[in-house]
């Protein structure tokens, strides 16, 4: 290209700055024919003759005269930029220094100088550099020369110049001033905590303007005000000092501020509902914006990824007040910019923010929840909901004092009051305690709820939920052990120890579950808090003062407890009562034990005081001291039992009587119990150890006080190995990314033979083979002294005159590994590699023709799903493939997917992102008559335990499955006679098992071996234990209950035509989880058959949409199942409709707002999104 200017300029870099302002041009010279001088230099660059430019090329570069341009020789210049925060870096310099000690400073382009624009969240301070390859490090200095941090740091490159010894970005090191903790207290800036603001510095707007508010602060100070807000995805925010995301990486951060919102007339904000979902639009959240690298190496391209309701507005709404934003979240890592915003209030909701925080927590063992009694603030701050569309309120808390959070318009039983707890302080092994005071309303006045129950009547439970690593963790932690309510408020407690999953959850949060959706759930004084080791007495709550807490019945819906008065201490003392004790011996009481007391040697003591009640009359019973063991006559005393499960060997079972000497009986007092053990290498290997105590007469009531398992003794030695060392990778340099260029070709050409003449021999090594317009095959083969042809494979093929290809098969793929042919108009180019053992090329032609309908036949194998006699016998004499093809495309449009998706029906016990299961009472729900199916086997993310319960006198075996009842049995034995099934020990299963009654299914044994028994049927007796949660089922018959998948399933699968009205429906969960108790049904006839939650199937076509996109399923399955909904585009307009279902869910961030595509708004979209 030749350029001619009049002044004699080639090109004029003067008026490019001054008048243009660009003052960083850079022109590759890619062969350095632009070179002023002598001609002779390599590729170089014509660059703005400034110092930012050239200085750090030293005498590299020649100015041109008088045009503002420079000529520097044997460089490839590849620019990038560092985008920047703005404020106050309007005077700072960006110093680059090479190995050397040269030394470049480059000042930054202001993208907008006006206030509006200044302070769009979307403006930068840019930096501008073009270097060649070398080794460099960046600092920012401010006007005195002080290093210096502008926040954040966007780096972007441009593509690579086509020129090699250009810079990348593992050749730049950017120097960052120290920062400390101190320095990182406080992640915004200028939040309003003084009482005067003189600038809105550094406060950014998503487009609606940002000022500041004179006089309209809390308390007539000032605050930060939005300008003109027109829309409910615009807000004000700030961004975030990288450094302290780094310093603290991975911390739980708080977010706090108050807001004040007023309509367009400056009246208060009555549109404003916090309790609905935030997508709905109706109340302020906090949006963490996170730029993230498409690739982090390159760095040429950046993007906003958007995490959304990280704080919400805290209840009571007060319209004409000041309201509180809070939340606690963790902020993303390795992110180059964060940006904070407050947004999504409804339209023309005008924002007044005040005393604005983000702060870093430290986790408190004593306190993982915060605000349990709801005093702080006097709103529910820290609280959230578990499960949307769930409205928050202050009430009267426990006792008729303080306040307590109510949660009311529950849509399902899973949804309530909920929290996000910080548990980084907490390791695996360490056990927490859950406690809270819970109560139930219905239409305002106080209800009641059976916590002995699974049905419809059930209190709520106190869950945790924990995600780690894409693992899922729903567990009950505290229940309500007593029906003994204090005007309507009930004590809830537990104790949970937590696993490796739980101790590093990323997110964790507890809330609760299981009262029916109509009772409004009330809660005050809710603790979880780290449960010191205190070894030297094992028991929480051994004398029960005025409280229930930590202790349990065994089974629930099998036996009750509740507090005893008088107790052991006189009538102003309590104890624990175990009653309505009728199905079995087995119920009691229980409590978890701290597991890591449970040291070799260790030596504990028990000691208690027990009383025996006739039910009925509340008089005292006698027992045999003399029966230490379960007599016919039931008249032992009390025992205590230490229970360790998944032991080493074997669950451990140890069951102490009182050795008192001398002990007799007094049935009208508490008696004295007492007895010790030491502590073995298997109860030391147990996961989870228990203290039972139970064993005694049904019929019987136990009364027990002042239980304690103490420390007998010096403690025994604990080993704890130490720390590996830290080791320190090395850093290697990259491998160079400039292609290797391609083989030479080769001159002749090498023709294919006659289709009559034979296989022709060609050579190893480089060959251009012609293209074949019939077909001609590359093979090898060893030949003998004979010339006979043995362990021929194909190599290669070309046909109809197309180019050379590999030969499908393992031989050719690994012959001609890393190798293609090389396609050019004379032929197709390859290496041939040596062959060894006599083996040799050949090619050979061949020549073929088809009948009509082989022809035929042959194009349906390729255009359709497979072609039949039918479509053959159908053909048209004389249609061509055109005209099939055309008349194809004029038929309507049927789907394959469609007809599939329709038909499918897989097991699903737990939502995904794809569905959810459907219900047991729903028409076309499936049933089995096997007790397990493949969901219950060996799960790569769950394990799954087997336990076949057995005590003396029980008539039936009880099978058991992660602790839930599957069936009974009367006798159940390994296939295997060598291997003893031990009862009410835990296997861990193995594989799927196999989907019919008498079907294998296999469980891991202690010696690493696995053992199989066959799938039993669901069966259950009069006088056998009962399945908590049982539909009466219709008769097997075409019109009620029919078989379905006979064959596969030996007839043990089972479909429900029509929906069941049993009042249990009502009370079961929507979804299912993986740990739900299963349903079970009864038929007429007295047989039993199991609930198989399968995937529900919704309609959601282009032409039938489903009503809300899902938005109910995604709330009911706590986000897991996805929003099918879609924003209107281009593509789907002609059969999107919007949805006025209220349990509808949509996209997020999509603008309502059209965008004229002219000039200005094409750069400015260029501009925000770097493409």
Not at 42 to 49: D, F, H, K, T
Not at 635 to 662: A, H, K, L, M
Not at 758 to 765: D, F, H, L, N
Not at 1116 to 1133: I, K, M
């Amino acid at each position: 290209v030749e350029i001619v200017d009049s002044r004699g300029y080639m090109f004029d870099g003067c008026g490019a700055s001054q008048r243009w302002g660009f003052d960083d041009i850079v022109i590759n010279d890619l062969d350095g024919s632009l070179d002023p001088t002598d001609g002779s230099a390599g590729p170089s660059a014509l660059v703005s003759n400034f110092p930012h430019m050239t200085k750090i090329f030293g005498d590299k570069c020649t100015a041109y005269a008088d045009n503002c341009m420079a000529y520097c020789t044997d460089v490839c210049l590849r620019t990038f930029y560092y985008n920047v925060e703005q404020f106050e870096t309007e005077n700072w310099k960006l110093v680059i220094t090479n190995a050397n000690g040269d030394k470049m400073e480059v000042s930054g382009i202001i993208e907008a100088s006006d206030n509006y624009q200044f302070t769009d969240a979307w403006k930068y301070m840019k930096f501008p550099v073009s270097l060649p390859a070398g080794t460099y490090t960046a600092e920012f200095i401010d006007e005195s020369g002080n290093q210096v941090w502008p926040a954040f740091i966007e780096e972007k490159w441009e593509n690579p110049p086509d020129c090699l010894g250009y810079a990348s970005p593992s050749d730049i090191t950017i120097l960052k001033p120290e920062v400390s903790g101190p320095s990182c207290d406080e992640l915004v800036r200028n939040g309003g905590q003084d009482a005067s603001i003189s600038t809105s510095d550094p406060w950014l707007h998503t487009h609606p303007g940002v000022e500041v508010a004179v006089g309209l602060g809390l308390d007539g100070s000032d605050a930060i005000k939005t300008i003109n807000r027109k829309y409910h995805w615009t807000g004000l925010g700030q961004n975030i000092d990288t450094r302290c995301i780094k310093l603290m990486e991975g911390q739980y951060f708080e977010f706090s501020a108050w807001i004040k919102m007023l309509d367009s007339s400056g009246n208060p904000a009555n549109v404003v509902d916090p309790d609905r979902e935030w997508y709905r639009n109706m109340s302020p959240i906090l949006t963490i914006n996170a730029r993230e690298y498409r690739d982090a190496l390159t760095k040429q391209f950046i993007y906003t990824t958007e995490d959304r309701d990280k704080a919400w507005l805290a209840r009571p709404y007060k319209p004409d007040g000041w309201n509180l934003v809070h939340g606690l979240f963790r902020l993303p890592e390795n992110s180059p910019r964060v940006f904070w915003e407050l947004e999504r209030a409804p339209d023309n909701v005008e924002f007044i923010v005040d005393n604005a925080s983000i702060k870093p927590v430290t986790c408190d063992p004593d306190m993982l929840l915060k605000n349990g009694k709801l005093e702080d603030a006097g709103v529910s701050k820290y609280w959230d909901t578990w499960g949307g569309e769930v409205g928050l309120d202050i009430v009267t808390g426990y006792g008729g004092s303080g306040n307590a959070l109510k949660a009311f318009k529950r849509p399902h039983l899973s949804h309530g009051p909920a929290q996000i707890i910080d548990m980084d302080c907490i390791n695996a092994g360490e056990r927490l305690a859950f406690q809270a005071k819970i109560k139930f309303e219905s239409s305002g006045a106080t209800a009641v709820c059976n916590p002995y129950t699974w049905g419809s009547d059930r209190c709520s439970d106190f869950f945790m939920y924990t995600y780690t690593q894409g693992i899922r963790h729903y567990r009950r932690v505290a229940w309500i052990a007593s029906d003994d309510p204090v005007d309507g408020w009930y004590e809830i407690a537990g104790v949970y120890t937590l696993n490796e999953d739980q101790a590093n959850a990323e997110f964790a949060k507890v809330y609760f579950d299981g009262a029916v959706a109509n009772l409004d759930v009330i809660v005050d004084d809710v603790e979880v808090k780290k449960i010191p080791q205190t070894c030297q007495e094992l028991t929480l709550n051994p004398s029960f003062e005025e409280s229930t807490a930590f202790w349990s019945f065994i089974d629930r819906g099998y036996s009750k407890v509740s507090l005893y008065s008088p107790g052991a201490g006189g009538e102003s003392d309590f104890a624990l009562r175990s009653y309505d004790r009728g199905s079995s011996e087995w119920r009691g009481i229980r409590q978890q034990l701290d597991n890591r007391c449970f040291v070799v040697g260790a030596e504990y003591k028990i000691s208690a005081k027990f009383r025996l009640l006739n039910p009925s009359t509340g008089e005292g019973e006698t027992c045999d001291t003399n029966v230490q063991y379960n007599s016919g006559e039931r008249t032992q005393c009390p025992s205590v039992v230490v229970y360790g499960w998944q032991c080493e060997g074997d669950d451990v079972y140890w069951r102490f009587w009182n050795q008192i000497p001398g002990f007799d009986w007094d049935k009208d007092s508490f008696n004295d119990f007492e007895n010790s053990f030491m502590v073995t290498d298997q109860l030391a290997s147990c996961k989870s150890v228990h203290v039972y105590v139970h064993q005694v007469n049904r019929n019987w009531d136990i009364v027990m006080d002042d239980m304690k398992i103490s420390a007998a003794g010096t403690d025994a030695p604990t080993y704890a190995p130490t720390l590996f060392p830290t080791e320190t990778g090395v850093i290697t340099t990259p491998k160079p990314t400039v292609p290797p260029t391609s083989m030479p070709t080769v001159a002749t050409v090498t023709d294919c033979p006659g289709d009559t003449t034979g296989p022709m021999e060609v050579a190893a090594g480089p060959i251009m083979l012609a293209k074949s317009n019939s077909l001609c095959i590359l093979t090898k083969a060893v030949v003998d002294a004979n010339g006979a042809m043995s362990s021929i494979a194909p190599v290669a093929r070309s046909y109809d005159g197309q180019a050379w290809e590999k030969s499908a098969g393992e031989f050719a793929t690994m012959l001609l590994y890393g190798q293609e042919f090389g396609d050019y108009t004379s032929g197709s180019q390859i290496t041939l590699p040596e062959l060894d053992g006599g083996s040799k090329y050949f090619l050979t032609s061949y020549s073929y023709s088809l009948s009509e309908e082989n022809t035929v036949a042959r194009m349906l194998e390729t255009a359709t799903f497979g072609t039949t006699l039918s479509d053959l016998e159908n053909w048209v004499q004389g249609t061509t493939f055109v005209d099939w093809v055309d008349d194809q495309i004029k038929k309507p449009i049927t789907s394959h997917r469609e007809f599939f998706r329709q038909r499918v029906n897989p097991r699903f016990a737990h939502s995904l992102p794809i569905g959810r299961s459907d219900h047991a009472c729903k028409g076309q729900s499936r049933w089995r008559k096997f007790t397990f199916a493949k969901t219950d086997g060996e799960l790569w993310w769950k394990e799954q335990w087997f336990e076949a319960k057995f005590n003396d006198g029980d008539k039936y075996i009880t099978i058991k499955l992660n602790g839930h009842v599957r069936t009974v049995v009367e006798s159940i034995a390994f296939k295997n006679p060598e291997y003893i099934l031990e009862f009410n020990k835990k296997y861990k299963m193995r594989r799927r098992p196999r989907e019919y009654v008498d079907g294998d299914f296999d469980l891991y044994m202690d010696d690493g071996s696995y053992q199989s028994l066959v799938n039993p049927p669901v069966t259950f007796y009069t006088d056998s234990i009962q399945p908590p949660q049982v539909l009466n089922l219709p008769a097997l018959t075409e019109a009620g209950i029919d078989s379905i998948d006979e064959y596969r399933s030996n007839g043990g699968e089972f479909i429900l035509h029509d929906e069941l009205t049993d009042p249990l429906c009502s009370t079961l969960n929507e979804v299912s989880e993986d740990d739900d108790t299963p349903v079970f049904g009864k038929l007429p006839d007295g047989s039993w058959l199991v609930y198989d939650p399968r995937l529900k199937l919704e309609e959601n076509t282009p032409i039938s949409h489903l009503e809300d996109g899902g938005g109910l399923i995604q709330s009911l399955t706590g986000g897991d199942s996805r929003c099918v909904n879609a924003p209107r585009t281009f593509v789907n307009e002609e059969q999107c409709t919007l949805s006025f279902s209220p349990t509808a869910c949509g996209s997020s961030g999509t603008p309502d707002v059209e965008i004229e595509l002219n000039a200005n708004n094409i750069a400015f979209l260029h501009s925000i999104t770097g493409q």
